[in-house]
């Protein structure tokens, strides 16, 4: 070890040196944003390639993104060279579940093609469960219970294990019991939800002791990125897998911050770190308190707010950095100024040479997303939304997609059963029912019960002769899928089918827009070798698609920034009600606001060079004007290190115009006059104000927050 370092090692500091070359036992790295968390794991994987200790084969690596991975497998072959290639097992812990459940799918009943559901199909299927069982899906909703069966499934909970006052809470009890439906339901589809790909993973390990021991075997070296965001069922895959070794040979390094768990709505326990030294006894814990990322004024901006937590371990964090730019705070009349203001600032930074890939825009909830997107269209800046209700998420390429699956997986009922009759082809409700009787009765798949009833008279001649010809298509498409390039077999699928032109004779203002994503949809499939490998990839990548070279600002959720860098962050919306979100507040009380709080905590610290706050006073919500006032992060936010700046705007702190509320005020009455009034008394939003005012304008606020973590939780899964 006296022998100089390799050039992988260089550069890194004593405490990062001291995480990588501790390659035995279990590893426990503690510390804050920007001090080479995620650089010490690339590094540490390199290590153990270009030392021998590993082959890339027996590393298993988790990332919380599949972009993440994607940088991490980058930097680990530019670290370990062309020997690091091919890192199998470096993913989500959704990807490498998928990967391992594929293997042994018949040891928990699901065949290895089986399909991964989307939140919609989850949706559309748990109604099927609810109509069963005779619920009202008013009275019980769908989501609901998907909120449900997702909250058990973090914490790896099967339909008997639900503890019984929480099954009570659903449907006068029958919540197991709709769970225990839903899965059977499951199994009979051939399909996962993306939950299931952890707990069924970890039923595996447990119900099969060799197929565990032959990947503990394996699996030599594991290490874990964003560790306080693991949830229960995470943490038991992770421990299963670790702790079947010799006590000396758990090569467990984990690394994670307290101050950036964001996901405890979604099941995530931050006590998973606190537990690492009991679990894992002679832990060697590392803390880094250097911050390489960003300039002083944000860094402290940063740890001064997150301050004001209380639930936290606590920790030093310096930079050697130049104090740099201040932290700016603008305030906007409304949220469409504040678009516009964001939108002019990265034309002046554009015009100074910065590069827009340096450039982040970080949004509390995806709704926010729509007015900066207009504004971006209107200016021609280009942009990518990464993260959020993406892409693949979009009527139109859902329906092309649920076309290739009929034709990659013809046994998969749900993409089935959603384009049978789109294009309308005259397959109605009627059709439906003829279908899934017989499919339900045979035991068979939708499809393969439509063949048999097209050969039979129980369908009228116009249904029969609509879904003999779809069939036959069908067949067609199936048989060329091993010989035909993959574009050209897509085009002609979607042309065929008469889908593109429905969006063609389509009059309405988006079908322009939805032809361009179908070709857009098209044109992605180049970058894989066939179909199959292209849908695969859609059920896991939540990422937007990121393969292309231009110069763009990257728009996405604070959720979705985790882990990131840019020079320049803009952080919109901070404001009552929004951030922290309203929800987030009346479900969890002080912990929903501390977990808020740390979301703004990361989403400051995401910034090397700039940290730029806007908040408005007027935002539209689903339609409605809402008076809104300026986020109490805003007033917890250290004087010396921000700089308020004017907006150029007709705008002043201190004197909103009451004419301009008069005139808001003739859009909706959604708002409570009592919020805005205070708001717009408080003369200033660092003055340390009157927290009634707050607690009014919050008022007025919550009627129109749909939009909040009930969208989230969606996002939240698809970033995972
Ligand atoms: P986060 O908590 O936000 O995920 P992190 O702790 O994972 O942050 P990294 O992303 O690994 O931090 O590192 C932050 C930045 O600092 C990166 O640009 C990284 O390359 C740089 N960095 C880390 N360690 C060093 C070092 N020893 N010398 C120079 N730069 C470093
Ligand atoms: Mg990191």
């Keep these: 070890?006296?022998?100089?370092?390799?050039?992988?090692?260089?550069?890194?500091?004593?405490?990062?040196?001291?995480a990588v070359e501790t390659t035995e036992g279990p590893v426990l790295v503690l510390a804050g944003a920007g001090t080479g968390k995620t650089r010490v794991l690339t590094t540490r994987i390199a290590h153990l390639i270009a030392t021998g200790r590993a082959r890339p084969s027996d590393i298993l690596a988790v990332t919380f993104t599949n972009k993440a991975a994607r940088e991490m497998k980058a930097r680990v072959g530019m670290l370990a060279g062309p020997a690091a290639e091919g890192m199998p097992w470096l993913g989500t812990f959704h990807a490498i579940?998928?990967?391992?459940?594929?293997?042994?799918?018949?040891?928990?009943?699901?065949?290895?093609?089986?399909?991964?559901?989307?939140?919609?199909?989850?949706?559309?299927?748990?109604?099927?469960?609810?109509?069963?069982?005779?619920l009202d899906e008013k009275r019980w909703p769908a989501r609901q219970l998907a909120s449900h069966i997702d909250g058990w499934k973090n914490r790896a909970l099967g339909p008997d294990q639900v503890p019984h006052g929480e099954a009570a809470a659903f449907a006068n009890g029958r919540g197991a019991e709709l769970y225990r439906h839903y899965q059977e339901r499951l199994k009979i589809l051939n399909a996962a939800d993306f939950g299931d790909l952890l707990t069924e993973t970890i039923r595996l390990f447990r119900e099969h002791p060799d197929v565990l021991a032959q990947y503990q075997q394996r699996f030599r070296y594991m290490l874990v990125d964003e560790y306080q965001d693991t949830n229960v069922a995470q943490y038991l895959w992770l421990r299963l897998l670790a702790q079947g070794r010799e006590p000396g040979h758990r090569n467990l390094a984990c690394v994670g911050d307290d101050d950036q768990s964001i996901y405890g709505w979604r099941g995530a326990e931050v006590d998973n770190i606190l537990r690492f030294e009991h679990d894992f006894p002679g832990a060697v814990v590392v803390r880094l308190e250097r911050n390489y990322r960003s300039h002083a004024h944000i860094l402290a901006t940063a740890s001064h707010?997150?301050?004001?937590?209380?639930?936290?371990?606590?920790?030093?964090?310096?930079?050697?950095?130049?104090?740099?730019?201040?932290?700016?705070?603008?305030?906007?009349?409304?949220?469409?100024?504040?678009?516009?203001?964001?939108?002019e600032e990265i034309e002046a930074l554009q015009a100074k040479g910065h590069n827009l890939s340096e450039i982040a825009i970080l949004v509390r909830i995806s709704a926010q997303m729509r007015e900066l997107e207009d504004r971006f269209v209107q200016l021609g800046l280009p942009y990518r939304v990464i993260g959020g209700p993406r892409f693949y998420e979009r009527m139109e390429i859902r329906d092309a997609l649920a076309y290739f699956r009929c034709v990659a997986q013809p046994a998969d009922d749900l993409a089935f059963e959603r384009i049978l009759n789109t294009p309308k082809r005259g397959l109605g409700d009627a059709t439906v029912q003829v279908l899934h009787a017989h499919a339900r009765a045979a035991r068979i798949p939708l499809m393969e019960a439509a063949r048999f009833i097209v050969e039979t008279e129980e369908l009228k001649p116009k249904p029969r002769?609509?879904?003999?010809?779809?069939?036959?298509?069908?067949?067609?498409?199936?048989?060329?899928?091993?010989?035909?390039?993959?574009?050209?077999?897509?085009?002609?699928?979607?042309?065929?089918?008469?889908?593109?032109?429905m969006w063609q004779k389509d009059r309405s203002a988006e079908a322009a827009g939805r032809l361009e994503n179908l070709k857009e949809l098209v044109r992605s499939l180049e970058e894989f070798p066939d179909l199959r490998a292209f849908l695969e990839h859609v059920s896991l990548v939540m990422d937007a698609v990121e393969n292309d070279t231009e110069d763009r600002v990257s728009l996405m959720t604070l959720h979705a920034a985790k882990g990131l860098e840019f020079d320049t962050v803009f952080l919109p919306g901070?404001?009552?009600?929004?951030?922290?979100?309203?929800?987030?507040?009346?479900e969890s009380g002080r912990a929903g606001l501390e977990e808020e709080r740390r979301l703004a905590h990361v989403g400051i610290t995401r910034a090397r060079r700039r940290a730029k706050i806007f908040f408005a006073s007027?935002?539209?919500?689903?339609?409605?004007?809402n008076a809104t006032i300026p986020s109490r992060f805003i007033d917890e936010l250290p004087?010396?290190?921000?700089?308020?700046?004017?907006?150029?705007?007709?705008?002043?702190?201190g004197g909103y115009g009451k004419s301009r509320f008069d005139e808001v005020d003739s859009f909706s009455s959604s708002y409570a006059t009592p919020g805005w009034q205070r708001a717009q008394n408080r003369g200033g939003f660092s003055g340390g104000g009157s927290r009634g005012g707050f607690a009014q304008g919050r008022g007025g606020y919550g009627g129109a927050s749909g939009s909040g973590r009930g969208g989230l939780l969606i996002e939240g899964e698809l970033v995972a």
């Design 305 to 343: 707010l997150i301050a004001h937590n209380e639930g936290r371990l606590g920790k030093t964090l310096r930079t050697d950095d130049e104090p740099g730019e201040k932290v700016t705070i603008t305030g906007a009349w409304d949220s469409e100024e504040e678009a516009r203001l964001v939108g």
């Design 618 to 625: 007027n935002r539209r919500i689903h339609g409605l004007w």
């Design 1 to 18: 070890a006296a022998a100089a370092p390799a050039a992988y090692l260089a550069g890194l500091n004593h405490e990062q040196r001291l």
């Design 574 to 586: 901070w404001e009552e009600g929004l951030f922290p979100n309203q929800r987030a507040l009346d």
């Design 97 to 134: 579940s998928t990967k391992i459940l594929r293997r042994h799918a018949e040891l928990v009943g699901l065949r290895s093609d089986f399909t991964i559901l989307d939140v919609d199909d989850q949706i559309r299927l748990l109604k099927q469960v609810l109509q069963a069982a005779n």
């Design 639 to 653: 004087e010396d290190h921000v700089e308020v700046t004017e907006a150029p705007a007709a705008f002043s702190y």
């Design 465 to 501: 002769g609509a879904l003999r010809e779809l069939l036959s298509a069908f067949s067609r498409w199936s048989s060329l899928i091993d010989t035909t390039p993959q574009t050209e077999l897509a085009e002609m699928i979607l042309e065929e089918s008469g889908y593109t032109e």
